[in-house]
Protein backbone atom coordinates (compact mmCIF):
# COMPACT_ATOMS: atom_id res chain seq x y z
CA UNK A 1 0.00 0.00 0.00
CA UNK A 2 1.31 3.07 -0.98
CA UNK A 3 1.95 6.17 1.65
CA UNK A 4 -0.66 8.23 0.68
CA UNK A 5 -3.03 5.41 0.75
CA UNK A 6 -2.16 3.84 3.97
CA UNK A 7 -2.85 7.38 5.45
CA UNK A 8 -6.30 7.72 3.91
CA UNK A 9 -7.09 4.67 5.22
CA UNK A 10 -5.76 5.22 8.56
CA UNK A 11 -8.19 8.15 9.10
CA UNK A 12 -11.11 7.09 7.40
CA UNK A 13 -10.84 4.45 9.86
CA UNK A 14 -10.12 6.69 12.89
CA UNK A 15 -13.57 8.81 11.33
CA UNK A 16 -15.24 5.71 11.66
CA UNK A 17 -14.27 4.60 15.12
CA UNK A 18 -15.16 8.33 16.23
CA UNK A 19 -18.01 8.36 14.73
CA UNK A 20 -19.34 4.78 15.92
CA UNK A 21 -18.02 6.31 19.40
CA UNK A 22 -20.22 9.23 19.01
CA UNK A 23 -23.26 7.04 18.61
CA UNK A 24 -22.93 4.64 20.73
CA UNK A 25 -23.07 7.73 23.57
CA UNK A 26 -25.87 8.06 25.68
CA UNK A 27 -27.12 10.67 28.07
CA UNK A 28 -28.91 8.27 30.24
CA UNK A 29 -28.35 8.48 33.88
CA UNK A 30 -27.12 12.05 33.42
CA UNK A 31 -28.30 14.68 36.14
CA UNK A 32 -30.86 17.46 34.91
CA UNK A 33 -33.43 19.38 36.87
CA UNK A 34 -37.25 18.40 37.35
CA UNK A 35 -40.11 20.99 36.66
CA UNK A 36 -43.71 21.63 37.78
CA UNK A 37 -46.21 22.13 35.72
CA UNK A 38 -45.76 26.09 35.92
CA UNK A 39 -42.07 25.50 35.03
CA UNK A 40 -40.51 25.92 38.33
CA UNK A 41 -37.82 24.01 39.64
CA UNK A 42 -39.16 21.21 41.52
CA UNK A 43 -36.81 19.65 45.07
CA UNK A 44 -37.44 16.25 44.52
CA UNK A 45 -39.05 15.04 48.34
CA UNK A 46 -37.51 11.72 49.76
CA UNK A 47 -39.64 8.48 49.21
CA UNK A 48 -41.30 9.84 46.26
CA UNK A 49 -40.97 9.24 42.12
CA UNK A 50 -41.08 12.47 39.95
CA UNK A 51 -41.24 12.33 36.06
CA UNK A 52 -40.71 15.56 34.00
CA UNK A 53 -41.22 15.08 30.97
CA UNK A 54 -40.09 18.34 28.20
CA UNK A 55 -36.23 18.16 29.91
CA UNK A 56 -34.41 20.00 27.15
CA UNK A 57 -31.57 18.59 29.03
CA UNK A 58 -31.85 14.78 27.92
CA UNK A 59 -32.25 13.24 24.76
CA UNK A 60 -35.46 11.29 25.10
CA UNK A 61 -36.96 14.47 26.86
CA UNK A 62 -37.88 12.44 30.63
CA UNK A 63 -35.90 13.77 33.68
CA UNK A 64 -36.89 11.18 36.29
CA UNK A 65 -35.80 11.16 40.18
CA UNK A 66 -36.56 7.92 42.18
CA UNK A 67 -36.43 7.04 45.71
CA UNK A 68 -32.23 7.11 46.92
CA UNK A 69 -31.33 9.47 44.50
CA UNK A 70 -30.44 12.93 45.34
CA UNK A 71 -32.07 14.50 42.45
CA UNK A 72 -33.51 14.33 38.43
CA UNK A 73 -31.34 12.01 35.96
CA UNK A 74 -31.98 11.64 32.58
CA UNK A 75 -34.53 8.32 31.37
CA UNK A 76 -36.51 6.93 28.68
CA UNK A 77 -39.65 5.11 28.29
CA UNK A 78 -38.99 1.13 27.84
CA UNK A 79 -41.02 -2.06 27.47
CA UNK A 80 -41.69 -3.34 30.41
CA UNK A 81 -40.03 -5.20 33.89
CA UNK A 82 -37.16 -7.46 32.60
CA UNK A 83 -36.18 -5.00 29.63
CA UNK A 84 -32.51 -4.05 29.94
CA UNK A 85 -31.36 -0.49 29.74
CA UNK A 86 -28.24 1.37 28.69
CA UNK A 87 -26.12 3.21 31.79
CA UNK A 88 -26.69 0.04 34.22
CA UNK A 89 -30.81 1.39 34.47
CA UNK A 90 -33.52 -1.36 34.64
CA UNK A 91 -36.68 -0.94 33.53
CA UNK A 92 -39.78 -0.90 35.54
CA UNK A 93 -43.23 0.59 36.26
CA UNK A 94 -43.46 3.85 37.33
CA UNK A 95 -46.62 4.68 39.58
CA UNK A 96 -47.75 8.24 37.87
CA UNK A 97 -50.46 10.94 39.29
CA UNK A 98 -53.93 11.29 37.74
CA UNK A 99 -53.43 15.18 37.51
CA UNK A 100 -49.77 14.49 36.21
CA UNK A 101 -51.40 12.53 33.54
CA UNK A 102 -53.92 15.00 32.67
CA UNK A 103 -51.80 18.01 31.82
CA UNK A 104 -49.47 14.99 29.55
CA UNK A 105 -52.50 14.55 27.89
CA UNK A 106 -53.26 17.69 27.00
CA UNK A 107 -49.53 19.13 26.14
CA UNK A 108 -48.53 15.56 24.26
CA UNK A 109 -49.93 14.95 20.87
CA UNK A 110 -52.45 12.00 21.06
CA UNK A 111 -49.90 9.48 19.32
CA UNK A 112 -46.99 9.98 21.71
CA UNK A 113 -49.54 10.44 24.70
CA UNK A 114 -50.45 6.67 24.09
CA UNK A 115 -46.54 5.99 23.36
CA UNK A 116 -45.54 6.93 26.84
CA UNK A 117 -49.03 6.70 29.07
CA UNK A 118 -51.48 4.03 27.25
CA UNK A 119 -52.01 2.57 30.51
CA UNK A 120 -53.00 5.56 31.79
CA UNK A 121 -52.19 4.63 35.25
CA UNK A 122 -48.34 3.62 34.89
CA UNK A 123 -45.90 3.48 32.75
CA UNK A 124 -42.47 1.88 32.31
CA UNK A 125 -38.97 3.83 32.62
CA UNK A 126 -35.16 2.83 32.73
CA UNK A 127 -34.63 3.55 36.65
CA UNK A 128 -31.64 3.38 38.69
CA UNK A 129 -31.72 0.60 40.52
Known amino acids: MQPTARRAASVLILTLASLSYACARSDLGAPCHLQDASGAELRPQP ?58 KQRLPADKFQALFGQLSSSSFCAKP
Do not use: H, N
Open 47 to 104: GREYLYLGSSECESFACLATPGTSGGYCSQPCSGSGVSCPSGLTCRQLALDPGYLEVM
